[in-house]
């Protein structure tokens, strides 16, 4: 597991979680609970690392719904900051675009 994602998950342990806009609009959109990927982060894979994303470091993550269903959030910490940790976005995976496992892009 990279450093990004133990950070996150720290700051989520603690608390210190909020979601983007886009995130609401995309939770909404695949119905997920905001309470699913704040409690799945816990269990979170690392996907992929964005160390020099523009807008902050971010990190894709692939958790479990409350029914153990897979969905990616990209996880990110602003810029000069150390928290909180942002939810940018989450999705289910769709079967065609990943391995079974969903760990890897076709």
Do not use: C
């Amino acid at each position: 597991m990279g450093v990004l994602l133990s950070q996150i998950q720290a700051l989520a342990m603690a608390g210190e979680v909020i979601l983007s806009q886009h995130a609401y609009d995309r939770l909404r959109e695949h119905g997920i609970s905001a309470h699913d990927i704040e409690a799945g982060i816990a269990g979170a894979v690392e996907i992929e690392e964005y160390p020099e994303y523009h807008k902050a470091p971010s990190v894709l993550a692939l958790q479990a719904d409350a029914n153990g269903q897979p969905i990616h959030v990209l996880w990110g910490i602003r810029k000069g900051t150390t928290g909180p940790a942002v939810a940018v976005t989450a999705y289910r995976p769709d079967p065609s675009r990943w391995t079974t496992d969903f760990r890897r892009r076709l």
